[in-house]
Every structure is written in C-alpha cells, then in structure tokens.
C-alpha cells in the first residue's frame, strides 16, 4: 500500500533542526517509520512558468518528501490570505479577525488544484491520501475531479467550532460541501465532530447515521482521532538533552529559583497575553515568590506578514518588558522572553529542568506543548502542568491543573497551586498523564486513522456539484467555482 500525506508544511530536517509548527513536527517519526510519501509546498518563491514541478524530493527514513513550487503570489492570497486571516481566526473562533477577500480564496481553491495535480504522479492502484489540516479542505474534490477513485481523508489539526461561527465564513457552504468528497474526516475531540456534524444537519439537511453521511456523492464518515506524541522517545530525549550544555545553563542561572516554562507560536491563539498578566498577577499578590521564581517564555515568530501577528508580537514584548521593568531587581529578571525557535531537543531539555508547564491557548486544536512537557518530567520529581481547559489535550489529560484562560486571578493561583505542589500530589497527577499518553500515542493516531481510512471503498465517486460562488474577479474563478 502507498500512503501520500499531504500538508502545507513539510520538514525534512538535518541532525537536530528546529521543526516548525506542531504538525510538521508530528508528521516528521510518523512519515520516517511509515514510509509514506508526505507532500508540501516548497514555500520558496516560484515563478508562473515553473508551477507544475517538484521543486524537490528527499528522503526521510523509510519514506520521502516532496515539495511542490507555488507562484509567490498565489501562496501568498493562499497562505496569508485565506488560510490564516479567514480559516484560521474562524476555526479559532476569532470572527473578529476574519480579513479575506475574493482573490483569497480564489488563491485558496487555485493552490489546492495546483497542488493535486502532481500528485497524480505518485499514485498507484493501492495508494491512500491522507491530507492535513484547514490550507486543503477542497484538495478531495481537486483529486476526484482529476479521477481519484482510491481513498482520501482529512485530519482537523485545528477546532472545527460551532456553527454560528462557521456561518461568519466567506464561502462556508462550497467549502464544507466540497469536503463531502473525503471518504474520512478526523477531528481532535468529539465536540469538534459534533460541531462539523451539526453544520451537515442543519445547513446542508444532511441525516447522518453512526456519523456517516451519505449525499449522491458517496459517503463521508467523520471519527475522533486525538493526536499523539512519541512518550518514550521524548522522554529519552528530555533525559538526554538535561545534561547537556544548554540545559544546564538554564539550570544553573536560576540559582536555586523555580521555573515556570511557556513555550507556543505567537499567535493570538495561544493566550500569551493572557498568560503574562496571570504571572504579573502573581508577582504583585505573592511577592514571596519574588526571586523564588523564574517564567520561561519562548515566543516562536509565525506568520509575520499578517498585521495580526505583528501586531501581538509587539504586544508580547512590550508587557514583557513593562512586567520586568515593574518587577525586576539588579540581579533578577522575572521573564525571560526568548523570541525564537529551539529544536525539540532543546526543548526537551527545557521542560525537565522546569518545574511548571503553563499552557493558555484561548482556543487549541490539542497542543503537543502540553503532552511533550509532561513527557519530559523526572518521574521521582515531576513538574506541573498548569492547562487551558480549551484545548484538546486538556480533555486527555485531566490530572493537570485545568484552568479557564481568561481568568487571569485562577490562572495564577493556579500557578502558585503549582509551585507549591507536595512531591506525592505531582507523582499521582503525572502517573495518570503519563498513562493516557502512552495509551494514545502518536504511532498510535497514525495507524488508527491508516486502517480506518483503508476501509473505505474504492468506488467511482458521483461528480457534485454546488451553487457557483460570487461574481468572478478574474477569468480563472469560473472553472474553480465548480467543485465536483
Ligand atoms: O493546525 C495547526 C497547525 O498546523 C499546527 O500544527 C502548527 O503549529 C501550525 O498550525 C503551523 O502553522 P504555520 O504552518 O502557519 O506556521
């Protein structure tokens, strides 16, 4: 059997990288001992003329990965247009932050045919599509209007929200209903496929039966896979990395004081904002912990040329900056704000020498951060995890500290709740994460999907389709408009 996964972004790192992006860095081991062939855009610039080509392909471990050139302009009403300032502040439940115009998704429908045209070329009469995340809802009616008839799913890395919010999104309707050409969708937690079966029901009068939906089209079964991380390999990794030069700088500057870690994109997703006030809130009600207390903040730059995300990345530094220039003294720093990426080894080793992990998306598809930080830990001398309850994990791993990121006074109390926390009490929490990990891990998510997706027919399947779209802007709408 050939497995083709399809992501925007791809990775094939050297040595010890960073990888960007939590599906990239999940995909990596995945595709490595699967021996799948994961497809991407190359994200450098390509001119018109050489848009049908691979830009590349390399190997990684068993399987291999191929990168497909999209013209600059495209990629970018693609990629900062429609995906992230349309699909992504909706999917986050960000309506306000909805930005998008025609052109965008003109963009969004162009890049995802652009896309499945090469991947004609590596199909066999056994292969499977596996197709990743919100930049490709329409790549399964692009694959079947080429003549796919072999299986083809989806993953959700994101929330799929409710369908109120779903109805603030531009074109909302030809999207969903060209999603009716996957055979499986996945989602993260069963409120993400109740979200997406409701939309079915009540705006497509769609009746489901055992989740599956069946239109003149074929079927579509929607199932709940939460993703995973590779537990004994991280934790290897954090064992590794802690004695290692890095970590043991880290260690030895805190001199004797805890460390809380936070380690996200900066995305307004993430709740950084949030998560500073909770620790500033915390220095002015117990300052006890002043110099008691050290807050780790790596803040990876994402999406820089979208005024959003520039706009945070200036929010952050500047409350990072008012919070220490309040707090600091001559020989201690509250935060220490470090606005890059590390590598995952790097990070393991980070997360063991800390001894609470504070996540606060206001809004997350499931947050690996969450379940590689409990990983990393000591099991005589565990950290705490300190949790949004609004990400996917959170619904995993309830022995953490589980806290509503908009409240400010509980977050902090429940970092202080942490930081306080006896020996035992952190012991019996983490053994109890540490077993749901292992019991949904990432190899698992892989192959759990696989086989689920290998079930599915391979039948010819009815062309569909839906109302055209608006008035077109240039030419090349009118042949995207038809989603079949
Ligand atoms: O679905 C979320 C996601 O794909 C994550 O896996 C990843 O952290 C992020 O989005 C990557 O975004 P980008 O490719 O825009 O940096």
Redesign the pocket.
């Known amino acids: 059997m050939r497995l083709i996964v399809v992501s ?2 791809v990775a094939c790192p050297k040595g010890d990288e960073p990888v ?5 860095a999940a995909l990596v081991p995945a595709v490595r001992t699967s021996g799948a062939i994961w497809v991407g855009s190359s994200r450098k610039p390509t001119s018109a003329a050489e848009k049908e080509g691979f830009a590349q392909m390399e190997p990684l471990g068993r399987g291999a990965v191929v990168t497909i050139g999209i013209p600059s302009e495209q990629f970018s009403g693609f ?1 900062e247009g429609f995906a ?1 300032s349309a699909l992504w502040p909706a999917f986050h439940s960000r309506t306000d932050l909805i930005s998008t115009n025609v052109e965008h998704y003109v963009s969004y429908r162009e890049v995802n045919a652009l896309i499945a045209r090469p991947l004609l070329r590596l199909t066999r009469p056994d292969a499977m599509f596996w197709v990743h ?2 930049h490709f809802l329409t790549m399964a009616s692009e694959l079947r209007k080429l003549g796919i008839v072999q299986p083809i799913g989806f993953f959700f ?2 929330p799929f929200p409710s369908r109120d919010i779903i109805l603030s999104l531009p074109h909302h309707s030809e999207l969903i209903q060209a999603m009716l050409n996957y055979d499986l969708i996945g989602f993260q937690t069963d409120a993400d496929l109740e979200n997406f079966a409701d939309y079915l029901r009540q705006e497509l009068n769609l009746t489901g039966n055992a989740n599956v939906f069946t239109t003149n089209q074929g079927s579509t079964r929607l199932a709940c896979f939460p993703i995973g991380i590779d537990v004994e390999q991280f934790a290897e990794q954090a064992v590794t990395s802690a004695s290692q030069p890095e970590a043991a700088r880290l260690r030895s500057c805190l001199q004797g004081s805890k460390l809380v870690i936070g380690v996200d ?1 900066v995305d307004y997703s993430k709740g950084l904002l949030n998560r500073l006030r909770a620790f500033d809130q915390l220095l002015q009600c117990h300052p006890e912990w002043k110099r008691a207390v050290t807050f780790l903040q790596i803040g990876v730059p ?2 820089g040329k979208i005024p959003v995300y520039r706009q945070l990345q200036r929010e952050v530094a500047s409350l990072v900056g008012d919070i220490n220039g309040r707090h600091s003294e001559v020989d201690w720093i509250p935060i220490r704000y470090l606005n890059r990426g590390f590598s995952r080894a790097s990070l393991a080793g980070f997360y063991r020498a800390a001894h609470v992990g504070l996540v606060t998306s206001l809004n997350d ?1 499931m947050n690996l951060v969450a379940k590689e930080y409990v990983a990393a830990q000591n099991p005589l001398d565990p950290g705490v995890l300190v949790l949004s309850r609004f990400t996917g994990a959170a619904k995993q791993l309830d022995a953490a500290l589980v806290v509503n990121p908009h409240d400010i006074d509980g977050v902090s109390r429940a970092v202080v709740q942490a930081l306080g926390m006896p020996a035992k009490e952190r012991r019996e929490r983490w053994d109890a994460m540490m077993e749901t990990l292992k019991s949904s891990s990432l190899d698992m998510w892989f192959s759990d999907f696989v086989s689920n997706l290998a079930e599915c027919p391979r039948a010819e399947r009815c062309a569909w389709t839906p109302d055209v779209a608006s008035t077109p802007v240039r030419s090349r709408q009118l042949e995207l408009t038809a989603i079949p």
């Open positions: 925007n972004r960007e992006g939590g599906l990239a990629y992230n995340d919100y890395h994101t994109r994402s999406r598809g």
